[in-house]
Structures are given as C-alpha cells and as structure tokens.
C-alpha cells in the first residue's frame, strides 16, 4: 500500500506506531514542512520522508495529520495535485463537508484516534458521507489500533471528547486523586496511583459491569461508599458543565475556522 502521511506530529506518531506492528510502511511517504518531523518517525516505523510532494504519484490514499487551522496550508502545499485522491483525515473539530471544500477533494474519511492506539489499545471512529463505500476497509484497518467503529459524523463529533479527548481526563483524575494525600513524596504517589490505574484497567478484561466493578470495591457503611456518596451528590452536575465547556471550545473553533 502506497500512503502518502501529511504531518509527523504526536498523534501520526501514535498511529504509525501502532500500525507498524502489524503492516510494513515501506511504502509510506511521510512529509512535513519542517522536513525534521517526517525524517525523525520515517526512520522510527520504517517508512520514507518525502520534501517534494511532486515528486508523489497517485497513492492509494492521503492520511491528512495537521492542525484544523493548517489545512489551508496543507492544500496551498498540494499544489495543484491530489485532488482526485482520497483523503483520510484526523482533524478534530472541521466537518467533513469543510475539509472536503478547503481540499478541494471529492472523497475524505474523517477518523479521529486517541492517543493510546501507539499500544493498539485505542478507539478509533470513523466516519464519511462522501466515500462510504470504502468504510469497511478502514474500519478493518484501523481495528489493528483497538476499537475501532463506524458511526455518523454527529456522533464522531459529540464523542471526540468521550474518546480522544478522554485518555487525558482519566490522567488528570489520577493526578488529583494521589495529590488527595499526604503520606510520602508526591512523586512516590503519584508512583502509587499510576498502579492503581494499570491494575483498574487490567480488571476491565472481565465481562463486569462498571458498576458491579464498583460494588466489588465497595461494602455498605465502608469507607469507599463514603467517598462515592459525597463525590455522587456532585459529579454528574461537575462532569456536565465541564463537557458543555468543550462543547462550546469546539463549535467555536468550528466558526473561527469557517470564517
Ligand atoms: N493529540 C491528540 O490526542 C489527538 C486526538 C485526536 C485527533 N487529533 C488530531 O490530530 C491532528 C494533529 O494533532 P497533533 O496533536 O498530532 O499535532 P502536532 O503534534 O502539532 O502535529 C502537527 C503536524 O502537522 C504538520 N503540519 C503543519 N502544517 C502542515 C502542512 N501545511 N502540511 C503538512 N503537514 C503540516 C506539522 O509539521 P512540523 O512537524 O514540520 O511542524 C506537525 O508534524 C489535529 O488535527 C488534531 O485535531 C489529535
């Protein structure tokens, strides 16, 4: 398979690592404008840079890896080429129907990834309107990253926070939950704390429930309730107003980037 890889950042990084595993990219030209990043994971998953995108003829499809707000970039980048291409892209926040204009392309897959498929434990999403009839392919490749799944572009959009952005949420959780405490070092906590949620993500294997998983830690009248009582009676109204504050990030960076 001939890819051509637009960006060398930390999430092409993650999902090139990932797939490395299982593909063999020697056929993958990665570019990127600075020429250092491309270079840099090209020889990390065995794949080729590129500095002259002329010089690039008819892939099998473009991954597109740049900021939202790089995209206008990337096209003048392009040329005048690739327009016929099918474009994969990761940018979060921009509609496929914008991508496709600003690209001035006929067919883009949006995918959007989180952080962990470089352990091919991810969730990817995946959606297009524009070349559905390729969808089955990539969900089959992108399986090789984790979870992956084929869903509309609302609900891509709504669950971005739920699974790109959540890996982050769970490290700020832990975070906070080891600097709760007193005893040892913070360092030597925080040391306890990341155990503690290697360990909890282990037990996720089993066919529990979250929530008998919970029961499992907790007995009446314990001290574990007691914490979960007090947190209950406030965290659903702290959890909804934090994902409303990035509901609202995202559809102003949708309107900064329309206008
Ligand atoms: N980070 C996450 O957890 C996450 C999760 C889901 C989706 N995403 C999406 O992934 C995308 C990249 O995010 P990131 O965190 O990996 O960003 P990043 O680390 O800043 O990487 C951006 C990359 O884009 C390259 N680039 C800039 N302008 C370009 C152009 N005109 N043509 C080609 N490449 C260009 C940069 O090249 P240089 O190296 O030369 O500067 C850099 O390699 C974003 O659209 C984001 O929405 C990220």
Redesign the pocket.
């Known amino acids: 398979m001939r890819v051509l890889v637009?960006?060398?950042?930390?999430?092409?990084d993650a999902i090139l690592t990932g797939l490395r595993k299982t593909e063999n990219l020697s056929d993958w030209m990665i570019?990127?404008?600075?020429g250092?990043?491309a270079s840099r994971l090209a020889g990390k998953v065995g794949a080729r840079a590129v500095s002259d995108l002329t010089a690039v003829k008819n892939p099998d499809w473009i991954l597109v890896?740049?900021?939202?707000q790089?995209l206008m970039?990337?096209r003048a980048?392009l040329g005048d080429g690739f327009r016929e291409s099918l474009f994969v892209s990761?940018?979060?926040?921009l509609p496929e129907a914008d991508q496709l204009r600003t690209l001035q392309a006929k067919d883009l897959i949006r995918v959007?990834?989180?952080?962990p498929v470089q352990f091919n434990d991810g969730v990817v999403l995946i959606s297009s309107a524009s070349s559905k009839g390729r969808l089955s392919s990539f969900q089959t490749l992108f399986s090789k990253l984790g979870h992956s799944l084929v869903v509309e572009e609302a609900a891509l959009d709504e669950l971005t926070l739920l699974t790109?952005s959540g890996p982050a949420f769970f490290y700020e959780f832990a975070r906070r939950l080891g600097e709760s405490f007193t005893a040892l070092s913070s360092e030597e906590r925080e040391k306890l704390v990341r155990q503690v949620l290697k360990g909890s993500a282990r037990s996720l294997a089993g066919k529990e429930s979250l929530e008998e998983m919970v029961s499992a830690v907790t007995s009446k009248g314990g001290v574990t309730i007691a914490v979960l009582d007090e947190w209950r009676a406030q965290l659903p109204k702290l959890l909804g107003e934090g994902i409303e504050a990035g509901r609202r990030r995202a559809r102003e960076l949708r309107a900064l980037l329309q206008s």
């Open positions: 637009l960006g060398a950042g930390k999430m092409v570019y990127s404008p600075s250092t990043s890896g740049c900021k939202p790089q970039e990337l980048t990761i940018l979060a926040a959007m990834p989180n952080l790109g």
